[in-house]
């Protein structure tokens, strides 16, 4: 191998958005992400539903004319 051509390999800190704190090595240093295996909602089996600019609103009104003209069957 050559030398002085290849970046260091160190020990990093990766910090998320929820507090969390993994070592890891990298060539990179103070590592920061927003989501992470303890806080996603797959991993922690817990569903976050975030409503970003009333989407669910606008779903149930889109489909509630849907649901009025149907009516059940006898």
């Known amino acids: 191998m050559k030398s002085d051509i290849h970046p260091d390999y160190n020990r990093t800190p990766i910090a998320c958005a929820c507090g969390s704190v993994i070592e890891v090595g990298s060539t990179r240093s103070d590592i920061k992400v927003e989501i992470c295996s303890k806080c996603h909602p797959f991993f922690t089996g817990k569903q ?10 606008r779903f149930r009104k889109k489909y509630a004319k849907f649901q009025s003209q149907q ?4």
């Open 48 to 57: 976050k539903l975030v409503d970003t600019a009333g989407r669910i609103e």
């Open 71 to 74: 009516q059940p069957a006898e």
